[in-house]
């Protein structure tokens, strides 16, 4: 389950946005294991939405997962990546105030052997992208 290395409360930050770095495979494909990320924290979430939250049974993990729906008790939420679980169908759903906000736009680090003038433009025309809302995930979740 994706990690962020960097925590900031929510209403603790001084600004509203924070930078993250992901680990782990379970936003694959939206997200990558180094992705970077940039969050605003405290953010209004909706159904589809990429959502940074505190996972329920170890309040000092943050991660990242796609907001599926709005249960009674909190928001019900899955990773892009049905195979690597560490979402609500493990853990049930997450309590509103275990969410700290919205992730906004990713970023592709560029990789040590990417040195060719052609994998230089390919890593500049794709290493910065908005992290969509996917409102398909209501149906994932009605799937699984």
């Given at each position: 389950m994706p990690e962020l290395l960097q925590e900031t409360e929510r209403g603790g930050a001084v600004l509203p946005f924070g930078l993250a770095e992901v680990t782990g495979p379970s936003m694959v494909p939206t997200l990558h294991h180094g992705d970077r990320l940039v969050v605003q924290y405290g953010a209004r979430v909706r159904a589809?939405?990429?959502?940074?939250?505190?996972?329920?049974?170890?309040?000092?993990?943050?991660?990242?997962?796609?907001?599926?729906?709005?249960?009674?008790g909190g928001w019900w939420v899955l990773g892009d990546n049905a195979y690597a679980g560490g979402d609500s169908t493990d853990y049930g759903t997450v309590p509103e105030d275990l969410v700290l906000g919205r992730v906004w736009l990713r970023y592709r680090p560029r990789r040590e052997g990417q040195r060719?003038?052609?994998?230089?433009?390919?890593?500049?025309?794709?290493?910065?992208?908005?992290?969509?809302?996917?409102?398909?995930?209501?149906?994932?979740?009605?799937?699984?």
């Open positions: 589809g939405e990429v959502i940074v939250l505190r996972h329920p049974f170890q309040q000092d993990l943050l991660v990242v997962k796609r907001a599926a729906e709005r249960r009674e060719s003038p052609l994998a230089l433009v390919r890593w500049a025309l794709s290493a910065v992208r908005p992290v969509l809302a996917d409102r398909s995930a209501s149906r994932r979740l009605r799937a699984r």
